[in-house]
Nanobody
Framework: QVQLVESGGGLVQPGGSLRLSCAAS????????WGWYRQAPGKQRELVAV????????YYADSVKGRFTISGDNAKNTVYLQMNSLKPEDTAVYYC???????WGQGTQVTVSS
């Protein structure tokens, strides 16, 4: 099992930035890639970005391309999601997923509003 702790969410104005972090502990050797997902009220959870276990981005949803960047620090077993030029439609609970063991973090709320 891998335990994931997310942080970095909050309230930000449109056009602002946030950086989410997801720190892993436990059986981290079983992780083969990372994913960030989000779920807005009344909507299904959607995949936002994927990175290899070394933190190299391999996928972005069309809605966040050019604005979000996924990266990782292998030594710290931590993955990040840098979110720039935030829009109100980015408002959601963001979840980190350790692929392989398929463990999830508790989620962190991101609210984009003026």
């Amino acid at each position: 099992q891998v335990q994931l702790v997310e942080s970095g969410g909050g309230l930000v104005q449109p056009g602002g930035s946030l950086r989410l972090s997801c720190a892993a502990s436990g059986s981290t050797f079983s992780i083969n890639s990372w994913g960030w997902y989000r779920q807005a009220p009344g909507k299904q959870r959607e995949l936002v970005a994927v990175a290899s276990v070394r933190g190299v981005a391999t996928y972005y949803a069309d809605s966040v391309k050019g604005r979000f960047t996924i990266s990782g620090d292998n030594a710290k077993n931590t993955v990040y999601l840098q979110m720039n030029s935030l829009k109100p439609e980015d408002t959601a609970v963001y979840y980190c997923n350790a692929r392989g063991p398929n463990n999830w973090g508790q989620g962190t709320q991101v609210t984009v509003s003026s």
